[in-house]
């Protein structure tokens, strides 16, 4: 009989077809109930109407002399005017802190090999290449600060060869490199008064986007060991250090930002002598480290507490210390467990820069509003401005989680 | 009955042995632990010999794996004494690390570290607390990977072992430590049914070549075959001690033949 041939193994059938075209689709996403359909339909209509007048808005009325006329100030404030910068031109330091950073990412690219390391790398580097052919006359974009940006390519594979062909192409030296070059090149921003050519520059004349990514870097790289060592210092058992953790976490979360930094300009000058030197960058830095470090420790704490109880017994089992288990054990999976988190602190750290205006401090949205205020021709193009300042900060942050998205999925986040 | 029970029969076993007690491994006198107000342990007094396979019996909450987590001090016992290896489990942190690392545990999730592969599970302890170089701890993890079967998955992560294949890790991980003791705390109650066999497989073995071992198990048929003596533990004390065959076939105690009746 038939039936009684059993087959050795079943035969494999492929899935069923999901695909049902385009309709079948939209049936099944967008009209599914008579609710759905009319959401669908006015939220249909509501977002062409807005790009219908925004790109008509865009493209027609719009001016957007003023972001040209702002031009390389978005990008460092009044650095390199006259009053800064007595007597010389100092715009090639900002740009050889650039290239230094363009050299580490070469670094990095031949340290990781390829991947979204080398995408950002080469990315980073084409725009600011590119930025060589903005069509400025030569009087306003000098053939000298084009040549320096163009110089960010031969930078790049600098570092490259570093990494490939010597022996600071490992993850520990690009790490040691880092700290050098921003050490660096806050050294060359600020300058030194006994060498010729690197007149020292007062930090009130930093600006612009620089100024941003100069507190964003400092503070994210210390906000993050210093979250760390908050929230192991919240969960000790020693009740002085985790009182003191506690206080310092409540402390900084439960006061706004913006009110920190201004008590940082009006109440620490009062506990120092008159003459005492005072760095209003310095210290909005201090602040908005320690505030995002208060959030971070949070974060960090809430990872410790999701790790299932098993993994710090059986470290401790082996042998391990207390300390070792942390290092280890529970802080690698604590924080690759709340990358998102972090990050999210990170963005949300980028954008708080923007405060030091408080200070008096001409951040880029701060230098564009200043400009339209001081140049009232302008001040019917505060649209355009502010759109372009948002595709800045959007621009940035978006990086910042494409970045983590790809350190998520290299470190198997979410799927062990 | 009580624990004063459990000491004759330990002292008979003994005598029977011919064994002297200056080699028990283990000793525990009128061992108390409280949970709160829940009383844990009831005054254990046995010891384990050198090379003994002693196998913990008894109903879930009887205490018999808070007992061999006092013994690792991974529970704090607050009364009586335990000497393991002839240093006392005291207060003193160094101690408790030095005899930790005398005494692999296997635990019933296995524990693994997931954000480890398989040959760093096991190389980290042995590198961090014994400074070994990395060269020879994955020298001496892959010796182990293949006593316990599975060398081809050094390079994997935890996650995509099976779970008799991340357990078999486990009890690697522990031996990479080179201990004299080993605890098993219901080392096959999360595996399905098919993967047991496989790590039963390994610790019979392990029995085999002189391991001191302490498990908590409820297969009776690993622990008629490797076991040298039960403990019956019941309400949080030892109700019973007992050869293997003595306890299944003509268990002294009526809470030892209630038990029975319901596990067989």
């Known amino acids: 009989m038939a039936t009684r041939d059993v087959p050795a193994k079943t035969a494999e059938v492929p899935p069923p077809m999901m695909t049902v075209g385009v309709m079948g689709w939209a049936r099944e996403n967008l009209f599914s109930a008579w609710y759905n359909g009319a959401l669908t339909i006015v939220l249909g209509v509501v977002t062409l109407l807005a790009l219908w007048f925004g790109f008509a808005w865009i493209f027609g009325p719009a001016d957007w002399e003023v972001i040209a006329k702002i031009g390389g100030r978005f990008v460092i404030g009044q650095y390199n005017t006259e009053a800064a910068c007595i007597g010389q031109d100092c715009f090639w330091r900002p740009l050889a802190g650039l290239m230094l950073v363009t050299m580490l990412l070469g670094m990095a690219w031949g340290v990781a090999g390829g991947g979204f390391t080398k995408r950002v790398a080469i990315t980073v580097t084409a725009v600011a290449a590119l930025a060589a052919f903005i069509p400025y006359s030569f009087d306003v974009m000098g053939l000298d600060v084009r040549l320096l940006l163009l110089a960010n390519i031969p930078a790049l594979f600098v570092g490259l060869a570093l990494a490939r062909y010597t022996r600071l192409g490992t993850m520990k030296w690009i790490a040691i490199m880092s700290v050098g070059v921003f050490l660096l090149t806050l050294l060359l921003l600020r300058g030194l008064p006994w060498v010729p050519g690197l007149q020292p520059v007062s930090v009130i004349y930093w600006g612009g986007l620089m100024l941003n990514l100069l507190l964003a870097v400092a503070g994210i790289a210390l906000s993050l060991p210093i979250g760390i060592a908050l929230a192991l210092g919240r969960r000790s058992r020693l009740p002085v250090v985790k009182m003191l953790c506690v206080v310092f976490i409540e402390v900084f979360r439960g006061v706004p930002l913006i009110t920190l930094l201004f008590m940082s300009q009006v109440l620490v000058p009062l506990a120092f002598p008159e003459n005492f030197p005072q760095n209003s960058l310095f210290r909005a830095a201090i602040i908005i480290t320690l505030f995002s470090s208060a959030y971070m420790a949070e974060n960090i704490r809430g990872g410790l507490q999701a790790l299932h109880p098993g993994q710090e017994e059986a470290a401790r089992s082996l042998g391990l210390s207390g300390w070792q288990t942390t290092a280890f054990i529970s802080l690698p999976q604590a924080v690759r467990n709340v990358i998102p988190a972090i990050v999210g602190q990170f963005i949300a750290l980028f954008k708080d820069t923007s405060l030091v205006y408080i200070i008096g401090m001409l951040d880029i949205v701060e230098m564009g509003r200043a400009f339209i205020q001081g140049n009232p021709q302008y001040l019917d193009n505060a649209q355009e401005l502010f759109i372009f300042l948002a595709l800045v900060f959007w621009v940035f942050t978006y990086g910042m989680s494409y970045v983590s998205s790809k350190i998520e999925g290299n470190l198997g986040v979410g799927s062990r | ?264």
Request: hydrophobic share 40%; glycine share 8%; charged share 30%.
């Open chain 2, 1 to 264: 009955m009580d624990a004063s029970n459990g000491h004759e029969n330990l002292e008979k076993t003994a005598a029977n042995g011919g064994e002297m007690a200056d080699e028990d491994i283990i000793i525990c006198r009128d061992v108390h632990k409280w949970f709160g107000s829940f009383h844990a342990l009831k005054g254990v007094t046995t010891s384990v010999r050198e090379g003994e396979v002693v196998v913990i019996l008894g109903p879930s909450g009887s205490g018999k794996s808070t007992f061999i987590r006092t013994l690792n001090r991974l529970e704090e016992h607050q009364r009586g004494d335990i000497i393991v290896d002839g240093i006392e489990l005291t207060k003193d942190i160094r101690n408790i690390e030095s005899i930790r690392s005398e005494i692999g545990m296997v635990f019933q999730s296995f524990n693994l570290f997931p954000h480890l592969k398989v040959i760093d599970n096991i190389t980290l302890a042995p590198m961090k607390v014994r400074k070994w170089p990395r060269a020879r701890a994955e020298e001496d993890a892959m010796t182990l990977l293949e006593r316990v079967g599975i060398p081809e998955q050094a390079d994997k992560y935890p996650s995509q072992l099976s779970g008799g294949q991340q357990q078999r890790v486990a009890i690697a991980r522990e031996l990479a430590m080179q201990p004299k003791i080993m605890l098993f705390d219901e080392p096959t109650s999360a595996l399905d049914p098919e993967m047991i066999k496989e790590v039963l497989d390994v610790m019979g073995e392990l029995a085999e070549s002189g391991m001191t071992m302490l498990v908590v198990t409820h297969e009776v048929g690993f622990a008629r075959e490797a076991a040298d003596r039960f403990l019956f533990f019941d309400h949080g004390e030892i109700v019973e001690e007992n050869t293997p065959k003595e306890f299944l076939t003509n268990p002294k105690e009526e809470r030892s033949k209630l038990f029975l009746s319901q596990i067989l």
